[in-house]
Nanobody, 115 residues
Framework: QVQLEESGGGLVQAGGSLRLSCAAS????????VGWHRQAPGKQCDLVAD???????NYADSVKGRFTISRDNAKNTVYLQMNGLSPEDTATYYC?????????WGQGARVTVSA
């Protein structure tokens, strides 16, 4: 069982930046694919960015060039650096770790971007 805990959410003005962190309990964290998803009120949960265990990244078109996913396997942590935030980025952001058929989710971090 992998436990994930997000941190770093909050309120920021449009154009600002935030960095989300997700700390994992798994000791073999480096072998997991990781990702960030978000869900705005009344909308479905969408993929924001993910990274395979070998470091290959993938981003939603809406965040390309503004968001960066990274990981520190020694710290069992995955990050999402968010720059150039807009009100459309307001959502609850969820961290995900997956390996084979096992998928684990964090509890979510709320991000609110004011105009």
């Amino acid at each position: 069982q992998v436990q994930l805990e997000e941190s770093g959410g909050g309120l920021v003005q449009a154009g600002g930046s935030l960095r989300l962190s997700c700390a994992a309990s798994a000791v073999t964290f480096g072998s997991y694919a990781v990702g960030w998803h978000r869900q705005a009120p009344g909308k479905q949960c969408d993929l924001v960015a993910d990274m395979t265990s070998d470091g290959t990244t993938n981003y939603a078109d809406s965040v390309k060039g503004r968001f960066t996913i990274s990981r520190d396997n020694a710290k069992n942590t995955v990050y999402l650096q968010m720059n150039g935030l807009s009100p459309e980025d307001t959502a609850t952001y969820y961290c995900r770790a997956s390996k084979l058929w096992n998928v684990y989710w964090g509890q979510g971090a709320r991000v609110t971007v004011s105009a």
